[in-house]
């Protein structure tokens, strides 16, 4: 059943047209993606659709049952309310009918009231009524939803009491959100919903969209969250909206092959133009009135021809290319015993790794934990407390900072670039510019005047021309649009130096990196493979195989299954022989303290050939507990390994 259609809507500002004549239906219980460059006109459409802003033609149907619910960037709460009291505003009319029971009930419990009366006879029909519809609507169990969906958002209990105005902008947005989720609308619109959640809600989000009992429509950078939630994929291009049956994955892939397609039937197009048009000038060459007739007959044939505009599409991402000027030593960055704390706060203590050559690692914890001040460490912009990072032969460090600390906020673009690299030539600085999507007199802006996009955007070309062989990226892809971040990840797969990136991007973790370290609070832990690998690792039940499966062929996986179970095989028998040597080294070194206790007995010390027998057992079974320690020792080795 349709819940939601667009019939030819259109939006103009002034000269520039956001929406042309958009079209699309959406059905009950539909997930949907809506993607697009920015300011393509997505948070327009949804604005449009609940009528916070009109639009100029065109018809929108919603049947009049059915609600729409909308997170705005107006998050529209009582900044003197509690958290919890905010939240259970939602449920206002529960709470209604939860004050009309209580009434009735002292009503009818009152001394005066006359049980044979028709009054005692309504209030008991009224409350039967009431306290149905107060059970169907679950308002028992409004306030333990209400706490869940709090908890889940990362709004910790001891916030509850806490009032709006002493949130954060982030918190107050989960307050919003998880207003909204309680509302349960028909149609769940989500502009950014992930912003400000950290994994934990991110996942807690995912897995309540997922099991929604409505239609939502998101849109959202994060492709990940996309891939797992969304169904449908509408992509608002060019003023216009093009569907795709799959969610963000299917609709890269898709879109690809619609685009390769069309370029075809442009060019057979082209070249059937062609061919008619050279007809038609040798029919013409000829002064003959046949001649003349055919070449008019092609004319016919190539008007009606329903001519194909080239296929366009929205392209114009950053174009990013990393290469590393020298060749770096194989050990390029050595980690020993680090340890950091600002005050009483232990950020990390006798941290240790080692990063090669080529590889690509991501660094990932709660805020807090010190990903950062790691990062600045082995830049030199901090000194650690104790131990010391050592970088390899021939490294030389290019390092992203988030905060875009390296720009000048009184420079212009193209000085704020041609001061770090003056041997360049005006044409090569506005090329480099021009291919970072800084264009005519873009470039003569001041970088404090630059959003949060495009100083990403200059901090990245400044890296990309450093050509450095060891990449240090601390969030990368924040502020990034879809094309830029695709873009920003093909060029660091084809990057032949090494990558150490921090990052809450999980599709950027799955589809660039592939190891994983993981800063908490017990300390560092090392995953051999891309973020499916370590979600799936971190959920499996204890001694469950998991394997890194991204570019295997099924031959590979299938072989490294079977390496593992015969590893696990022998880790199990390991283990196993490994409790049974203790207990036997346990029994000898008994038996041994028995013998020597027999050897301070006077009948025994004054019986020289029983002495001797003892001795001589004794030192049998100090050999064979030697043995035994040295088998012990080879088995712990193996069982720690594993």
């Known amino acids: 059943m349709i819940i939601l259609s667009l019939n030819n809507i259109s939006k103009v500002y002034g000269t520039d047209i956001i929406l042309k004549d958009i079209n699309f239906s959406v059905n009950e219980n539909e997930k949907i993606g809506l993607v697009g460059i920015n ?24 049947p009049s049952d059915k609600k729409i619910g909308y997170l705005s960037q107006n998050l529209d709460l009582d900044m003197d309310c509690t958290v919890f009291q905010e939240t259970m505003k939602v449920f206002k009319s529960v709470k209604d009918m939860e004050l009309r029971l209580r009434e009735i009930e002292i009503i009818i419990s009152s001394p005066e009231m006359d049980y044979a009366s028709n009054q005692h006879k309504n209030l008991l029909k009224e409350y039967g009524h009431i306290q149905e519809e107060y059970e169907r609507v ?44 309680l509302k349960n609308p028909d149609i769940l619109l989500l ?81 059937e133009i062609e061919r008619l048009e050279e007809i038609i000038k040798n029919f013409r060459a000829n002064t003959r009135e046949k001649s003349n007739k055919q070449a008019a007959s092609r004319e016919k044939a190539l008007d009606k021809i329903e001519r194909i505009d080239k296929p366009g599409i929205d392209n114009r991402g950053t174009r990013i290319s990393f290469e590393a000027k020298i060749k770096s030593g194989n050990d390029v960055l050595m980690i020993e015993n680090l340890s950091k704390s600002f005050g009483d706060n232990q950020l990390f203590q006798n941290l240790s790794f080692l990063i090669r050559r080529g590889e690509r690692v991501a660094l990932i914890g709660e805020n807090g934990k010190g990903k950062t001040t790691l990062f600045r460490i082995i830049c030199g912009l901090v000194e650690g407390d104790g131990g010391h990072p ?19 906020s009184e420079k212009t673009v193209i000085d704020e670039l041609w001061d ?20 005519g007199d873009d470039v003569f802006k001041k970088v404090s005047s630059l959003s949060g996009g495009e100083k990403c955007r200059l901090s990245l070309l400044k ?3 450093s050509k450095s062989n060891l990449l240090l990226l601390d969030e990368p892809t924040n502020h990034l649009d879809m094309l830029s971040r695709e873009a920003l990840e093909n060029a660091l797969l084809h990057y032949e130096g090494t990558l150490f990136v921090i990052s809450h991007d999980r599709y950027f973790l799955n589809k660039v990196i592939q190891r994983i370290f993981e800063l908490d609070g017990n300390g560092f832990t ?113 069982v720690e390994e594993d």
């Open 39 to 62: 300011g393509a006109g997505k948070t327009t459409l949804f604005k449009i659709l609940c009528q916070e802003i009109s639009y100029d033609s065109g018809s929108i149907y919603v």
């Open 138 to 181: 679950n308002g028992y169990g409004s306030e333990s939803f209400a706490r869940g969906i709090l908890i889940g958002l990362g709004i910790s209990t001891i916030d509850f009491d806490k009032e709006i105005k002493y949130l954060s902008g982030g918190q107050k947005t989960r307050v919003a959100l998880a207003k909204l989720l």
């Open 191 to 271: 502009d950014e919903p992930t912003n400000h959640l950290d994994l934990n809600a991110i996942n807690f989000l995912e897995n309540f969209l997922k099991d929604y009992k409505g239609t939502i429509i998101v849109i959202s950078h994060d492709r990940y969250f996309l891939d797992v939630v969304t169904n449908k994929t509408l992509e608002l291009t060019r003023g216009i909206v093009e569907e795709y049956g799959g969610n963000y994955s299917y609709f890269i892939s898709e879109r690809e092959k619609r685009y390769q397609q069309r370029i075809q039937e442009f060019e057979n197009q082209q070249k």
């Open 390 to 408: 050592r970088l390899g032969r021939n490294v030389f460090v290019g390092y992203y900072d988030q905060e875009q600390r390296d720009l000048s």
């Open 420 to 439: 770090e690299y003056p041997d360049m030539t005006t044409t090569e600085v506005r090329t480099y510019l021009g291919s970072f999507l800084f264009t």
């Open 463 to 465: 890296l990309m021309l």
């Open 526 to 638: 090392d995953y051999l493979g891309n973020f499916e690998y370590y979600q799936n690792k971190k959920n499996a039940p204890e001694n469950e195989i998991v394997i890194n499966t991204a570019g295997k062929t099924k031959t590979e996986i299938k072989e490294e299954r079977k390496k593992l179970r015969e590893i696990q095989e022998k880790r199990k028998q390991s283990e196993k022989d490994l409790a049974a040597i203790e207990k036997e080294i346990e029994k000898t070194e008994n038996s041994i303290k028995d013998l020597e206790n027999l050897m301070c007995l006077e009948e025994v010390y004054s019986n020289s050939q029983k002495s001797a027998e003892i001795s001589k057992d004794i030192t049998n079974l100090k050999e064979s507990l030697s043995a035994l320690y040295d088998n012990w020792d080879q088995l712990s080795s193996i």
